[in-house]
């Protein structure tokens, strides 16, 4: 069937790995089981919970198999993925609770999972960090291991995929999306759930696999053969298009690869603009796994590494050394390279150890990032410990996330002083004084920048939650989300106190938000006059480019004039349409 015989469809999800990709729709089927619901007599209850450690230990087997497989291709973080739901398998607050309920309500085990993994999922709802209520699906592959292994279903299926596959699935399992994005023959992934944290879009962003994820009900609108074009940097998915639609994306295909091309041509070259003003662009990262494509792609170093995922479902915390051996590892890997450490930001209702779940009626704004830290110091201790003694093997920076006042970041630094005379009077090696920064990501950050600037050696600025913060809205919100306007007078002129500040002080300036990779927001950067942008891998070729081709005074002008707007839509409109008429070969 011809592309214009079947009427196209036109999708919108959220961009989550950059890259334009055109394939036949390969639909991944992972239904979840239906799970029946039985009353269990008073002796059925015995047989029930050893039916339960059956299916429980035949998990435990499974994925033990998988995390040695996944290790041995994909790299040991990706392991730790696997090995993150083994722990989950083993956790009192899944396997107690699931046995009370067989015992107490005469349910049999499989509704007891189920029962239970609700629950969890709700739990994780309570979680302010993106990344980590992404987890909730965690839970879900776990409960649904367990489901089918009770049932006598088969749970690791073969896939063989056809070549240039666009692989389309309601949601994937760290294992599925590392498997067939290890096959070579995925042209690009697109799911139904997930955001710019999920597993598939971090998977698809270390190998450079466009993706677009969040779109809605894609794996029910497009059937299996269909011919998909998907844009991974807009989040736009086109089912079945026009010839003439088609020709723009491979168009788009074609730049993208000449942009690519370009980038390992020019990565280095200096992002710097033609008359003269230097910045540098650095990457965001989880796993080592992606530094490899930083490089490959231009970085100068790394803006943003994010300590969680070590904390990540575990019954007790990440050792010292545990923290030392992963910090260490990614300084050596960058050779010198500036590497931006940042410290635990994580809310309390979800730390491994702590026993109890409290539900706070506002997660976002309650015990959280360095706050929790200040509330738990030896948790605290421990990773700045490490950290210190990671520093003697590269060139590490360290920021405190969510500092809203003075009297944090002294807190804050006065630990880091202790933990640096602990070690050495202990006579453990440590690294030459490194600088310590901090996250500006609160409007109190924003509007005493001027004060904090006397006391952090550098600021980044975290646009995700700035905005938020400052608009009050919840962006995962969908009857909100509209409101989140990168351009919003208020967010321009935070932004610009922020760099003013620092500049007055002698401090770099940087951004690590999903603001700092988008190219229609370059030359708005460029105008602020921010020292360095952090954002993926694949965002890094095509912001230097713009950089490169731009005049920063023009920039500045074209800046004055748009605030001089009002409203976020009249700024965003004539941000874009300057933007087009100037670099549209580029977007």
């Known amino acids: 069937m011809s592309s214009q015989a079947t009427p196209t469809l036109s999708l919108k999800g959220i961009g989550a790995s950059p890259g334009v990709a055109v394939g036949h729709a390969y639909i991944l089927d992972r239904k979840r089981v239906r799970t029946p619901k039985l009353r269990l007599a008073e002796a059925e209850v015995d047989p029930e919970r050893m039916r339960m450690k059956t299916a429980l230990d035949l998990s435990d087997r499974q994925l033990s198999e998988l995390k040695e497989q996944i290790t041995r291709t994909e790299g040991p973080e990706h392991g730790l993925i696997i090995e993150a739901h083994r722990l989950m398998l083993h ?153 003439d639609q088609l020709a723009l994306f491979h168009e788009t295909m074609r730049r993208h690869q000449e942009n690519e091309a370009r980038a390992l041509e020019a990565k280095d070259l200096p992002a710097q603009s033609t008359d003269g003003f230097r910045m540098r662009l650095v990457g965001n990262i989880e796993f080592p796994e992606e530094i490899e494509p930083l490089l490959a792609h231009g970085a100068e170093g790394i803006g943003l590494y994010r300590t969680e995922f070590m904390f990540l479902d575990r019954k007790s915390p990440p050792t010292e050394e545990e923290q030392y051996r992963a910090y260490r590892q990614v300084l050596e890997a960058m050779g010198g390279r500036p590497v931006t450490i940042r410290t635990l930001d994580l809310g309390g209702d979800k730390v491994p150890g702590k026993g109890k779940f409290e539900k706070e009626p506002n997660p976002a704004m309650g015990l959280r990032a360095i706050r929790y830290c200040l509330a738990n110091r030896e948790l605290f201790r421990v990773q700045l410990r490490a950290l210190l003694r990671a520093s003697v093997h590269g060139n590490m920076r360290m920021m405190f996330p969510l500092i809203c006042g003075m009297s944090e970041l002294r807190e804050a630094r006065s630990e880091l002083e202790a933990c640096r005379t602990e070690l050495g009077r202990a006579g453990v090696p440590i690294g030459k004084r490194f600088q310590v920064g901090i996250m500006v990501e609160t409007p109190s950050a924003a509007l005493i920048a001027d004060r904090l600037a006397q006391e952090a050696d550098f600021f980044s600025v975290g646009t995700n939650d700035l905005i938020q913060y400052s608009l009050a809205i919840d962006r995962q919100n969908r009857d909100v989300a509209y409101l989140y306007k990168p351009l919003h007078l208020s967010v321009l002129r935070s932004l610009k106190n922020i760099v003013a500040a620092a500049k007055e002080a002698g401090i770099p300036v940087a951004m690590c938000g999903e603001m700092a990779g988008d190219p229609i927001y370059s030359l708005v950067l460029l105008a602020l006059g921010f020292d360095e942008l952090s ?28 605030m001089e707007l009002t409203t976020a839509e009249e700024i965003e409109r004539f941000i874009r349409t300057e933007m087009e008429k100037r670099l549209g070969d580029v977007l």
Request: no cysteine; hydrophobic share 40%.
């Open 535 to 562: 954002m993926t891998a694949g965002q890094i070729p095509t912001v230097k480019d713009i950089i490169r081709r731009s005049n920063r005074a023009d920039a500045k002008q074209l800046l004055d004039t748009a």
């Open 91 to 243: 956790d009192p607050m899944f396997v107690d609770e699931v046995n009370r309920l067989i015992v107490e309500d005469r349910i049999n085990a499989e509704w007891a999972v189920r029962r239970v993994a609700r629950k969890l999922k709700h739990l994780f709802d309570n979680i302010p960090d993106e990344y980590f209520r992404e987890r909730r699906s965690d839970v879900e592959y776990v409960a649904d291991r367990v489901v089918r292994n009770l049932m006598g279903q088969v749970v690791d299926e073969e896939v063989t995929l056809p070549d240039h596959a666009v692989v389309v699935a309601h949601d994937l399992s760290p294992a599925d999306t590392a498997m067939m994005a290890r096959s070579g023959r995925v042209a690009g992934f697109v799911t139904d759930l997930g955001g710019q944290t999920s597993h598939t879009a971090i998977v698809a962003r270390a190998r450079s696999t466009p993706a677009v994820v969040g779109a809605g009900r894609a794996s029910e609108q497009i059937s299996p053969g269909d011919l998909v074009a998907l844009d991974g940097t807009r989040g736009t998915i086109l089912v079945n298009p026009t010839e």
